[in-house]
Every structure is written in structure tokens, then in C-alpha cells.
């Protein structure tokens, strides 16, 4: 059973910078894709953006694509997402999650992590 733990979240100005780490500890199977998605209270579970573990293919939300980047480290076990150019509307509390499937579904992820929270200020 694969565990999965986000850290990097904070406070930040709007245009400022933050880089989420995931970090997965068990078993962990090359081919899988590893996504973040955002959630907060007033809206459902957002797709941010996702990567397959074995090639790096890589797809954004149009909300993010231009700011955020999702890259990985096999060696470490750990997906990265660094955010550019932030703004109020990325508030939220960033998961990542593992799935078999390169889908941008969050009912085809099988392990989530807590969770980390972002807020962005104007």
C-alpha cells in the first residue's frame, strides 16, 4: 500500500512563487500518473495538473497551464509542482494522487495524500 504526503504549502502575495512536494513511501509502480488536484469549500475537487511516472508525459488545466509545472524524481519517490505567477483564485488545499490511468478524473485515483494548504493573497 502506496502512501502519499504533500508538503510546501504557505502563505504567498499574489505573483509569488511555491513549490508543492509529493512524497510516496510503499511500493511505488513506475507506471502509474500522479496528479494534483485543489479543493475548497465552495467548489468540488479540482484537476490541476498530471504526469506519468515513466516518461514524464505531462497535462495542465487551462487555469494553471502557463504557471504551474509538474515534474518528478524517481529516485526520490517525490512529484513536484511549482507554481508561478499565483493568484487569489488558487487558494485552496492541494492533494496528490496516484492512479493506473493518465486521467484527469478524481474517481480514477486509488491514493490520496492529506493534503496542503495554499493561500494566495491580493
Known amino acids: 500500500q502506496v502512501q502519499l504526503t504533500e508538503s510546501g504549502g504557505g502563505l504567498v502575495q499574489a505573483g509569488g512563487s511555491l513549490r508543492l512536494s509529493c512524497a510516496s513511501s510503499?511500493?511505488?509502480?513506475?507506471?502509474?500518473?500522479v496528479a494534483w488536484f485543489r479543493q475548497t469549500p465552495e467548489k468540488e475537487r479540482e484537476f490541476v495538473a498530471r504526469?506519468?511516472?515513466?516518461?514524464?508525459?505531462?497535462d495542465y488545466s487551462e487555469s494553471v497551464k502557463g504557471r504551474f509545472t509538474i515534474s518528478r524524481d524517481n529516485f526520490k519517490n517525490t512529484v513536484y509542482l511549482q507554481m508561478n505567477s499565483l493568484k487569489s483564485e488558487d487558494t485552496a488545499v492541494y492533494h496528490c494522487?496516484?492512479?493506473?490511468?493518465?486521467?484527469?478524473?478524481?474517481?480514477?485515483?486509488?491514493?490520496w495524500g492529506p493534503g496542503t494548504q495554499v493561500t494566495v493573497s491580493s
Open positions: 504526469i506519468t511516472l515513466i516518461d514524464g508525459k505531462t
Open positions: 510503499g511500493r511505488t509502480i513506475s507506471r502509474y500518473t
Open positions: 494522487a496516484r492512479s493506473p490511468f493518465f486521467s484527469d478524473q478524481s474517481t480514477h485515483y486509488d491514493s
